[in-house]
């Protein structure tokens, strides 16, 4: 409870901010995308990670609110870097379960990218395989509602969890990010099961993206299995705005 009076203060006062983290295509080696994570910059206690208070605020309607500022922030940042000339690139924000399961979330998107002119080409959803999996009929509606309006969907932490092949298959998702635990562990069967993610996503014709790439060794290996895209320490931690910048190419 106590931390959760903390949240309504901070959402109250702007303690939020996001930092972006670059995602880069493998072949080209630019940069098209950037994936934003929440950051809690408390006066105290300095950075709190998002894995120790979303828990907590996904117990309440507090993370609608957090949710939906992320959502807006990200967009109008992504707008702002736009207009200022740099080339465009996608932006991903983390949808928590509720926010997702919300029964107007469509149309919450489509307002927000109205509010903020961002087109939606250049917004991409990130939802868990544990929240694609449940509830199949609502869930297929939603995304097909975000298909239409253009935004794009991913299935983040792919492979930690239950999806089969057949619930995949009729998802309207455009892209799979491969859990940084396959990545991370160099065993014989991780390598296995990245490359049948790899193979599965492009015959659903997906793409496909590793996450928490960290050596030169996992790049390599991505790239001689046509992984699409990464994202990862080995190019770059998630950084604050100002410093995402000088990453980007100006086009003007
Ligand atoms: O960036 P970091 O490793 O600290 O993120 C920890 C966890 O918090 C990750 O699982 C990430 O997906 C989640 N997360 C980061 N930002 C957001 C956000 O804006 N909304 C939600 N729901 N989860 C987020
Ligand atoms: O669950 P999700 O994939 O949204 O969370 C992304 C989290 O992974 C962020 O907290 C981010 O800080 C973290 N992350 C990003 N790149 C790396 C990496 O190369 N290694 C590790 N260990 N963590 C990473
Ligand atoms: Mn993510
Ligand atoms: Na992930």
Redesign the pocket.
């Known amino acids: 409870l106590r931390m959760e009076t903390e949240l309504r203060k901070a959402m109250k006062e702007q303690q939020f901010e996001l930092h972006y ?1 670059p995602q880069k295509d493998i072949g080209s080696e630019r940069v098209v995308g950037l ?1 934003a ?1 929440l950051r809690w910059n408390h006066p105290e206690k300095g950075y709190i ?3 120790t208070f979303i828990p907590i605020a996904e117990k309440t309607s507090l993370i609608l609110q957090i949710g939906n500022w992320v959502l807006h922030e990200a967009c109008k940042q992504n707008k702002l870097w736009q207009d200022q000339g740099y080339s465009p690139v996608v932006v991903g924000v ?1 949808l928590s379960a509720k926010q997702f399961h919300q029964a107007d979330l469509v149309e919450q998107v489509s307002s927000v990218l109205q509010q903020t002119g961002l087109h939606a080409c250049y917004l991409e959803l ?1 939802i ?1 395989e544990s929240m694609a999996m449940s509830n199949e009929e609502d869930i297929i509606h939603t995304l097909k509602g975000l298909r239409e309006l253009g935004v794009h969907v991913s299935i ?2 792919f492979g930690t969890g239950y999806s089969s092949l057949k619930y995949l298959s009729r998802f309207p998702v455009n892209k799979l ?1 491969i ?2 635990a396959f ?2 562990e160099n065993r014989r069967q991780n390598k296995a099961i990245i490359k049948s993610i790899i193979h599965m996503s492009h015959s659903l014709n997906m793409k496909v993206i590793a ?4 050596t030169e060794e996992q790049l390599h290996f991505l790239q001689e299995e046509e992984c699409d895209e990464m ?4 190019y770059s ?2 950084l604050p705005p100002t410093h995402v910048t000088p990453i980007f190419q100006f086009v003007k």
């Open positions: 983290q994936e994570l990670s998002p894995a983390n990130e868990t983040d932490d990010k859990d940084k990545i991370h996450e928490g790439v960290e994202q990862g320490f080995y931690k998630p």
